[in-house]
């Protein structure tokens, strides 16, 4: 290595890790709407609303170079006696991981997060990546993620919906329907609830969503389907996040299969996301076999993989708390037979210990 290389090398400022402190909230979410690798779920807000709803520990940690961040990692931990004691980036998100512009800061910040795991008696430890890592860390293959470029014009958008699906929409333009924005989550809850429960899966609590909102503010959106009689039908909250749309949380009254309102919902918010020019319509995360990966596949999505990523320490394998996993189909069936009232009333504190 020549002289003048060994010099700019000893004079590159040290790496410093720190915590994310209030004031340091806006420096935070600059980084991350430049940075390649963040995701709206790298987002300072997330800190809060976890802190907030969920009483869970939280460590937002960043490394600076110079003064500049360079890395950032949102991690939390969920302990419970039923599903055990874990930490991830991040519970309740589907994306997550360390996002950087410094390989050193990147290694620092991961074995922070394992130092923290271990300290804090974690079973495991799990990065949603978008992007592989660690090609010899155990890995979660059950999800996939949707994403397609937004077209330029609307009717464009349009014509690039496969045919059935296509006529699907077209349905629901027919028979009247229109969707219209929320300011508050009170349609969405409504919809959402009665939705999961059917599922038989709990659902969040209703002051989640508006702690969504009062974090992310016009980024955090509510799209209500209304039939020609106001009667809404379908809702979607979607995340806004530089030239993307992801909706992220979705409901659907036992009406709206009749006159495809589902497929109309996902349909007005493409549209309205073009005209507010956004690049990329991220459809989310689904199980792979799971009726949501079909449903996108015939919108003709294309499955991208997630690299879901662990350390484990006190476990064997990967744990599977999911609805995939058969130790869990009856307490599913059970809860579709719950009455709703009451879904809603214990839901929450199951639902805070899955992530």
């Not at 430890?125 to 014009?153: G, M, S």
């Not at 014509?159 to 989550?185: F, W």
Request: charged residues 25%.
């Amino acid at each position: 290595m020549m002289r003048d290389q060994v010099s700019s090398l000893n004079l590159r400022a040290p790496l410093v890790l720190k915590q994310l402190a209030r004031e340091d909230g806006k420096r935070w979410d600059r980084f991350v709407a430049t940075c390649p690798d963040a995701t709206f779920f790298h987002r300072s807000g997330w800190k809060e609303v976890i802190e907030a709803e969920f009483r869970h520990p939280v460590w937002f940690l960043y490394v600076e170079r110079d003064g500049e961040i360079c890395a950032v990692l949102p991690l939390a931990q969920v302990k419970s006696r039923l599903f055990g004691n874990s930490m991830a980036s991040l519970p309740f998100c589907v994306y997550g991981g360390v996002a950087s512009t410094d390989a050193d800061a990147r290694a620092m910040l991961e074995a922070e997060a394992e130092r923290l795991a271990r300290q804090h008696g974690a079973d495991f430890l799990e990065f949603r990546n978008c992007a592989p890592r660690h090609a010899d860390w155990p890995q979660q293959d059950l999800y996939v993620t949707f994403r397609k470029t937004i077209l330029p014009r609307v009717e464009d958008n349009m014509l690039a919906i496969p045919r059935k699906q296509r006529a699907m929409v077209r349905k629901g333009i027919k028979a009247g329907l229109t969707s219209e924005i929320d300011a508050d989550i009170k349609r969405f809850f409504a919809l959402y609830a009665d939705n999961v429960h059917r599922h038989g899966t709990p659902a969040m609590p209703k002051r989640y969503f508006e702690r969504l909102k009062a974090a992310f503010g016009d980024d955090c959106e509510v799209t209500i389907v209304v039939d020609p009689a106001g009667q809404p039908l379908s809702g979607v909250m979607s995340f806004y996040f530089r030239d993307e749309v992801l909706p992220y949380y979705a409901g659907d009254a036992i009406a709206a299969r009749e006159l495809a309102a589902n497929d109309f919902k996902y349909w007005e918010l493409l549209r309205r996301a073009c005209e507010r020019g956004c690049k990329v319509f991220d459809y989310g995360r689904s199980k792979r076999g799971s009726g949501s990966f079909d449903f996108k596949k015939n919108w003709g999505f294309e499955p991208l993989p997630l690299h879901y990523e662990y350390r484990l320490y006190r476990c064997k394998g990967i744990p599977q708390n999911n609805p995939n996993n058969p130790r869990y189909r009856l307490l599913i069936e059970a809860w579709r037979r719950m009455p709703i009232s009451l879904a809603n009333l214990i839901g929450p504190y199951i639902v805070r210990n899955l992530g």
